[in-house]
């Protein structure tokens, strides 16, 4: 919390996601590279700080591009968005790891989360969004 206290008035939202979710491409990619328990430790470090990266910012942005009469609308559809990839990821990651691997599931996320980033980074800014009269 001390990072996003910091971080929320000299970092745009739409960037801070854009750099967690490349950090958190780092971290799957190392996942093919760490080795023994001090490897996988240290890519569930950098994974945690992909998470401090860009999770807070994520609501931050959804609450303030929602404005205030369709906040409550923009966070139901992040939760079940949210809740959704919880369900979808073990049934598609064991599939993967099924037919082609570790080193493939780990890549292809890697991969994922690179054109995640840059999709972030194409966000409008977070700013409230003009309600309908």
């Known amino acids: 919390m001390v990072f996003v206290n910091w971080a ?3 970092i745009a939202p739409r960037h801070a996601i854009a750099i967690g979710v490349l950090v958190m491409a ?3 990619a190392s996942l093919n590279w760490a ?6 430790y240290a890519s569930m470090l950098v994974l945690s700080v992909s998470e401090i990266l860009a999770m807070p910012f994520m609501i931050s942005w959804i609450t303030l591009r929602a404005g205030d009469q369709s906040r409550g609308r923009y966070l139901g559809l992040y939760a079940a968005t949210y809740a959704l990839g ?3 990821a073990p049934l598609l990651g064991t599939r993967v790891i099924e037919h082609f691997g570790y080193s493939t599931l780990y890549y292809g996320v890697a991969a994922l989360s690179v054109l995640t980033a840059i999709g972030f980074s194409q966000l409008p800014p977070a700013t409230a969004r003009q309600s309908q009269p």
Do not use: M, N, T, V
């Open 8 to 10: 929320q008035h000299r």
């Open 26 to 28: 780092l971290a799957f």
């Open 35 to 40: 080795s023994g328990l001090p490897g996988l």
């Open 86 to 88: 919880h369900i979808l």
